[in-house]
């Protein structure tokens, strides 16, 4: 069993809507969770973190987290052409552990 | 200015041969890794320190070898290079255990 899971993509959205994505992790001593974007042929780059139950907002993005469900998600909102890219999802316990990554295209 | 660097960005050699990559951390990070992203684009982690000890080894053949001066940098040194070590290599920093940034990744071409 994989240590981080996505759901598999790719994920395609039109401008402006509302992009879902979803992680899952087996591992529960996981303490802290992200999200990574990675376009490609760069590097990946952090969006957001969360370590808490709940809801985290940045700006067009919101992490939600429940810990009991082992279930890590990201929205994005009013979708951008810029958005487009892989998205990574990661647990952390003694190690950041990655899931395959979800693509997304957003369609103008 | 950047923050995490790695040199070189590209590196094309033969079997067999024997080829190093440079990171530096400009952020004051503690913490330092090396991961493998492979043609599935999979990320998977190879070594980690902290403070020049090192903390993490996952199952890696012995022929890569880290190596870290001060915690400003960590080089990885692979010997007798294999057609599957074909992959980008990303270096990353953090504080403790806090998250990571990545550096611009070395591509490594096996032939």
């Known amino acids: 069993q994989k240590e981080v899971e996505q759901n598999s993509g790719p994920l395609s959205v039109p401008e402006g809507a509302i992009a879902s994505l979803n992680c899952t992790y087996s591992?529960?001593?996981?303490?802290?969770f992200f999200w990574y974007r990675q376009y490609s042929g760069k590097s990946p780059e952090l969006i957001m973190f969360?370590?808490?139950?709940g809801d985290k907002e940045d700006g067009r993005f919101t992490a939600q987290l429940n810990k009991a469900s082992q279930y890590v998600s990201l929205l994005i909102r009013d979708s951008q052409p810029s958005d487009s890219a892989t998205y990574l999802c990661?647990?952390?316990?003694?190690?950041?552990?990655f899931g395959a990554g979800t693509t997304v295209t957003v369609r103008a | 200015d950047t923050a995490v660097s790695q040199t070189p960005k590209y590196l094309v050699t033969q079997m067999g041969n024997d080829k190093s990559i440079k990171c530096e951390q400009n952020l004051g990070h503690d913490t330092m890794y090396w991961y493998k992203q492979d043609s599935k684009k999979f990320l998977k982690i190879m070594f980690s320190y902290n403070n020049k000890e090192l903390i993490i080894n996952e199952t890696v053949p012995n022929r890569f070898s880290p190596k870290s001066p001060d915690k400003a940098h960590l080089n990885l040194h692979i010997n007798s290079l294999e057609l599957g070590d074909s992959a980008v290599y990303f270096c990353?920093?953090?504080?403790?255990?806090?998250?990571?940034?990545f550096g611009p990744g070395t591509r490594l071409t096996v032939t």
């Open positions: 591992d529960r001593g996981s303490q802290s």
């Open positions: 990353a920093s953090s504080q403790a255990k806090q998250e990571q940034y």
């Open positions: 969360i370590y808490s139950n």
């Open positions: 990661a647990a952390a316990d003694y190690k950041l552990s």
